[in-house]
């Protein structure tokens, strides 16, 4: 599977970009802590190695998708999702699920995140996910353009309270 556009090709990801997949993982991690500290987990000097362990864990499994675009031997972005069943706690049934998608500060409003965005939508509905779902940081609105642009919609919102409020 191979898309390009102006030299930015799209690919399965390969155990050896789990390097740059790690610190990517990372720096998502620290963007939702900027936007909401009180619901999203901190980064910290461990996180770029583990989040890499953790996606290359995910490689044999047959349902999940790991892409990256990459330009002259540069990976530039990534997204990984995969093909599930049934939820109960989300009342969903069979879906594709997006996990992650993220593009170098360096490298966004390029149409780098559309192009991933669209490469693993085909590779979702093309293993026999009948819808794909998923999650956005509520102050995202550039993902959340992104989305909408490409056909989805507002399903769920999240809440969250932390213990520290109670009594307010």
């Keep these: 599977m191979a898309t390009s556009d102006e030299s930015v090709a799209i690919r399965i990801a390969m155990k050896g970009d789990m ?56 990976i530039l972005g990534y997204t990984y999702a995969a093909v599930e069943g049934f939820d109960y706690m989300s009342l969903r049934g069979p879906a594709g699920v997006l996990h992650d998608i993220f593009v170098h500060e360096d490298e966004r409003s390029q149409g780098i995140g559309r192009m991933l965005l669209d490469a693993i939508t085909v590779e979702l509905f093309t ?42």
């Design 127 to 168: 293993r026999g996910a009948p819808q794909i779902v998923l999650s956005t940081a509520a102050k995202n609105a550039t993902a959340q353009r992104l989305f909408s642009a490409a056909g989805f919609r507002p399903a769920m919102i999240e809440m969250v309270r932390r213990r520290s409020q109670e009594g307010k």
């Design 19 to 74: 390097p740059v997949l790690g610190d990517y993982g990372a720096r998502l991690v620290s963007l939702h802590h900027e936007w909401d500290p009180d619901r999203f987990i901190p980064s910290h000097s461990g996180t770029p190695k583990a989040y890499a362990g953790w996606l290359e864990s995910q490689f044999d499994k047959p349902d999940v998708v790991i892409l990256v675009a990459e330009r002259s031997r540069t």
